[in-house]
């Protein structure tokens, strides 16, 4: 019997999208819906279900190549509410070992979210946004923070390294839009200590025991000099070159803050006190929103309230 695949997020219909957007099992792919509906940057993606075959796995990620025009694909994992423990994803995949690797997610009970590739050694800019407020109808605010080229989202929300130039605005209604003024912006500059040479090892490190163990590329023994070689040995010397961050984060400010308000007014909670969502710049030049966040409701209730606060949503 042939097997229906799961339908790439670009081939759902506005109900569809409406349907999925109401779906709390898997918030990543339902904030990836939202995203999609409000016609905001985003990947294209295709979910797949615990309960759902390999077969389907693999069927699914032939058609979504198909679709984006690749032969690979990035796999990301949705566990609805998380614990601070799961599977960290993100990289990217020939379509032929898809079907394993998802495998071992589903039968975790994971759902299992295949994007179109991306490069995370690329990166042009990258932005953590985040959206406060003590309560509905109160004014909050929102606060930028930036890393420049060769950096990615996963440095900023759990890579435990600073952000080159954070841009903070207070007293934003969520409510009413009002365009902010130039001057009511408060731009900071590189907060870590040591400089970027410190950022920049942090970065290599984590490279190396995730995200290239990971892709098979190094083994979970390698340091940051093995990360910085394997990147130099392929050309991606965006992590050594200028960091001109400051001037590209002033460039988007305008554009953020408006995507910023549009999402806080199509929040389903209209509760909410803290939001947050990323977005990269890859190297294209292309931009795209990863999820949106409720902070209050990322992790299981198990999870110390300490510890939920302390890991950035996203």
Not at 286 to 301: F, I, N, P, S
Request: proline share 7%; net charge neutral.
């Amino acid at each position: 019997m042939a097997i229906s695949p799961p339908r790439p997020l670009y081939a759902l219909t506005a109900a569809e999208l409406e349907a999925a957007t109401k779906d709390q099992r898997w918030p990543k792919w339902q904030t990836m819906a939202l995203l999609r509906s409000l016609k905001l940057p985003v990947l294209n993606a295709c979910l797949i279900q615990p309960g759902d075959s390999a077969a389907t796995a693999r069927t699914a990620a032939h058609v979504l190549a198909a679709a984006t025009g690749t032969d690979t694909l990035m796999i990301r994992s949705d566990g609805g509410v998380e614990k601070q423990q799961y599977y960290r994803g993100g990289n990217t995949f020939p379509v032929e070992e898809i079907g394993p690797r998802a495998a071992g997610l589903l039968a975790d009970g994971r759902a299992v979210i295949l994007a179109e590739p991306t490069n995370r050694f690329t990166n042009r800019l990258t932005v953590l946004v985040r959206l406060d407020r003590p309560g509905p109808g109160r004014p909050g605010s929102l606060t930028l923070e930036a890393l420049g080229p060769g950096y990615d989202v996963a440095d900023l929300t759990r890579g435990q390294i600073p952000p080159q130039v954070t841009a903070h605005l207070d007293d934003v209604d969520f409510a009413h839009y009002q365009r902010p003024r130039w001057h009511e912006w408060k731009m900071t500059g590189d907060q870590c200590p040591g400089g970027e040479e410190v950022r920049r090892t942090r970065r290599l490190e984590r490279l190396a025991s995730q995200t290239l163990t990971d892709g098979g590329h190094l083994d979970g023994e390698a340091g940051a000099e093995h990360a910085e070689t394997w990147l130099r040995r392929r050309g991606y010397l965006h992590l050594f070159g200028p960091q001109p961050t400051r001037e590209a984060l002033a460039k988007r400010v305008r554009r953020l803050f408006e995507d910023a308000f549009f999402l806080a007014r199509s929040q389903p909670n209209r509760n909410w006190h803290c939001l947050a969502t990323a977005f990269s710049v890859f190297e294209g030049p292309r931009t795209v929103y990863w999820d949106l966040v409720d902070g209050e409701h990322k992790y299981a209730a198990t999870a110390p309230a300490a510890a939920r606060h302390e890991e950035r949503a996203v």
